[in-house]
């Protein structure tokens, strides 16, 4: 058989198959097609989407459109390719979104469901916190829960009561688009990512025809993925004097905060590694102070933040930056003296100096320089210094770094 008659084979093979059952049952066939677009996404990260809409094309005509077994067909998806002409021609096709008010309980779990699950399983007094979890979205006029991630914390609180949630949405398939969009993003879409997370509201203009090839184009594509993947709920909409649909969007509950502030976080940190730190580096081991600052300032602008930023952040993103440095090594929460260091990074010959950073969060911008200082004294006080000195280096720099947001003070000691 040769490769187009395998090709013209696959393509029938839904039609073919209803045939066959509408010969043996006497009845006409109902076909149900779940995420159809997973290929076509898969096909647009690999480099044949091409190839690939054009087989989905001629798969959904063959099976929905000149199949005289069929009944009915119910296909589902997350993006609506309606310019991809897949759908071409089809008939009495009804095309359902998050947008649509029909069947929008059934996106879902609802409220109802949700507290009968919890009432099932003995769990009433989990229920506050599955909510505040999953809770959140708005489908049509329908409040509804993350199905999937109620049914894995259920399924864990029945082996482990005292299990606490987590996000198992993380780690879908939407996800790789929305990072390789946040890799491009810029100031604009960092600061509303930003304000996001800080439980502010952003407005967008929304629109269900986007096609993977045109996905890359625009920044405006980044936030109609996410909308409509799951990562935002819509608060309200208006239409502009344009008839453009636009909504006021926020994020739905922790499960997705949590995302924000790993996933999307650690993508954005990710990206910043990427970068030539040499300079940063040079200066570090040159108690270079204000060029330590300029780069990590410079480096923090190309990362998001936030108010409530937690030290650990910080910890994380400059453990991530100082990685890497030529005949060093970095390790972070190592135990020192009577207390834990934030960071060490020593040199692999001991001839060379060793470093200590510690680092501090100041609650206004004018506190720096004061939590910088207190930090520098935190590496006295509790013999940070120590565990150095006893593994042999002689001499031990010590960093007292202060954040907040955006900005930093570095204080040094030799």
């Known amino acids: 058989m040769t490769e187009h008659a395998d090709r013209d084979a696959y393509c029938d093979a839904l039609e073919f198959l209803s045939k066959c059952l509408e010969l043996y049952y006497g009845r006409k066939t109902i076909i149900l097609i779940d995420e159809y677009d997973v290929p076509l996404e898969n096909a647009y990260t690999q480099g044949y989407y091409a190839e690939m809409a054009g087989f989905v094309r001629t798969l959904f005509e063959s099976a929905l459109k000149t199949n005289s077994s069929l009944e009915f067909a119910v296909v589902t998806g997350c993006l609506r390719i309606a310019k991809e002409s897949i759908f071409t021609g089809m008939n009495n096709l009804e095309i359902l979104s998050v947008l649509s008010s029909s069947y929008d309980e059934f996106f879902g779990f609802t409220e109802k469901e949700v507290r009968k699950i919890c009432e099932d399983f003995h769990l009433g007094h989990k229920y506050a916190q599955i909510k505040e979890w999953y ?18 914390y259920v399924k864990e609180l029945t082996e482990d009561e005292e299990a606490y949630p987590r996000a198992y949405w993380a780690n879908t398939s939407a996800n790789s688009i929305v990072r390789k969009l946040i890799e491009r993003a810029g100031d604009d879409t960092r600061q509303e990512i930003e304000s996001l997370i ?10 269900e025809d986007i096609t993977y090839d045109e996905i890359n184009q625009s920044m405006e594509h980044l936030w109609n993925v996410m909308f409509f993947t799951g990562y935002f709920r819509k608060v309200s ?25 790993t996933k999307v976080l650690d993508w954005f940190a990710e990206k ?4 030539d730190r040499t300079v940063l580096f040079e200066a ?3 108690q270079d102070v204000q060029t330590v600052k300029a780069q990590i300032a410079d480096m923090l602008l190309e990362t998001i933040s936030f108010n409530d930023a937690y030290e650990s952040y910080y910890h994380g993103f400059l453990a991530g930056i100082f990685s890497g440095m030529q005949g060093y090594v970095t390790k972070s929460n190592r135990e020192g003296g009577s207390g834990r260091s934030d960071l060490f990074i020593r040199s692999v010959s001991r001839s060379k100096a060793a470093y ?7 609650k206004e911008y004018s506190g720096l320089e ?11 006080d509790k013999g940070y210094a120590k565990e150095l000195h006893d593994d042999g280096y002689e001499k031990v720099i010590r960093y007292g770094i202060a954040f907040f947001g955006k900005d930093c003070a570095v204080h040094v000691s030799g």
Not at 135 to 152: A, H, M, Q, T
Not at 370 to 380: M, N, P, S, T
């Open 135 to 152: 809770n959140g979205y708005l489908f049509g006029k329908e409040n509804v829960y993350n199905p999937w991630s109620v049914i894995c």
């Open 198 to 207: 800080e439980g502010k509201f952003i407005e967008k203009r929304v629109h």
């Open 237 to 261: 909409e208006r239409r502009s004097v344009q008839d453009d649909l636009y909504m006021t969007l926020s994020i739905p509950n922790r499960e997705v905060k949590y995302i924000f502030r």
């Open 272 to 275: 910043v590694k990427e970068k």
């Open 284 to 286: 570090l081991i040159h």
């Open 356 to 362: 200590v950073l510690e680092f501090k969060i100041a």
């Open 370 to 380: 004061k939590k910088a200082d207190e930090a520098l004294r935190q590496i006295a």
